[in-house]
């Protein structure tokens, strides 16, 4: 299909242009106007870029794309991301806070939707957005088969701050970084807060406030929305598509 025609699709979607964000969303790279295979990641790389030219994709699709905030110089790493796309033709589509809070492909619908947890609310205000979901378990779940069932279905390494009650029945959680939401959830009595990865700058609050907190991977957490808009272009279009999986351990 025409390239032009994916990103409009695409930014429809994810409601592209009407949410504010550090990221630059949408199209960053543009490539010669015709698409037949979707490579996705969550970050763009030079790995990354590599491994979707050798699958021969035409665009590559990520959480976390090139652009954040401000200008940069086109030298270093940026030059040989930017260089890799334009000389195998691939174009880059980023979406960032748009595909965090998607309610059916975001990366927490996705999560919330894999656990099968009970929402209660929406939860986790940032930059006037609501991301991610408050949970309730009604009979109580000890925190350690929380910690064990996040490992097994994002088999990745999950982690705890084990400062509250052994079992719980009130939950949060937002996807990748939103430690920052962490006071949110304090002063909202909940029993567990659980996200990607921790800020040393948290742990006396978490501790001193008697929360657990439970840590699911920066990248483990977000790669449920990209896979998950992928299997949705494949659906809706035809597309090939293909995951590249570069995980960081964080």
Same mark, same amino acid.
Request: hydrophobic share 40%; charged share 20%; proline share 3%.
């Given at each position: ?115 099968? %947890?009970?929402?209660?609310? &929406? ?5 006037? *957005? /609501?991301? #991610?979901?408050? $949970? ?24 705890? %701050?084990?400062?509250?009650? &052994? ?5 949060? *959680? /937002?996807? #990748?970084?939103? $430690? ?71």
């Amino acid at each position: 299909m025409k390239t032009i025609d994916l990103i409009k699709y695409l930014d429809e979607l994810l409601r592209t242009t009407e949410i504010e964000d550090d990221s630059l969303n949408g199209l960053q790279v543009e490539n010669s106007g015709t698409v037949q295979k979707v490579a996705l990641a969550v970050d763009v790389s030079e790995p990354a870029i590599q491994k979707a030219a050798e699958i021969h994709a035409d665009m590559l699709l990520v959480h976390h794309g090139l652009f954040w905030g401000k200008s940069e110089a086109i030298t270093g790493g940026l030059y040989k991301r930017i260089h890799g796309l334009i000389q195998n033709n691939i174009a880059l589509y980023a979406s960032h806070l748009p595909l965090d809070m998607h309610p059916d492909f975001g990366n927490n619908a996705q999560m919330v939707s894999l656990m099968d %947890w009970k929402v209660s609310s &929406d939860f986790g205000l940032y930059h006037g *957005y /609501v991301l #991610g979901k408050e $949970i309730r378990f009604e009979q109580g779940i000890p925190v350690q088969k929380i910690v064990d069932d996040l490992s097994d279905k994002l088999n990745c390494e999950t982690s705890v %701050w084990a400062f509250g009650k &052994d079992k719980v029945r009130t939950a949060a *959680y /937002v996807s #990748g970084g939103a $430690i920052s939401m962490l006071p949110e959830a304090i002063e909202k009595g909940l029993d567990l807060y659980i996200t990607g990865e921790p800020r040393h700058g948290s742990y006396w609050l978490a501790k001193e406030a008697g929360i657990n907190v439970i840590f699911a991977g920066h990248y483990a957490t977000e790669t449920l929305g990209v896979k998950a808009l992928g299997e949705h272009l494949k659906k809706q279009f035809g597309l090939d598509v293909e995951m590249i999986d570069f995980p960081t351990g964080l």
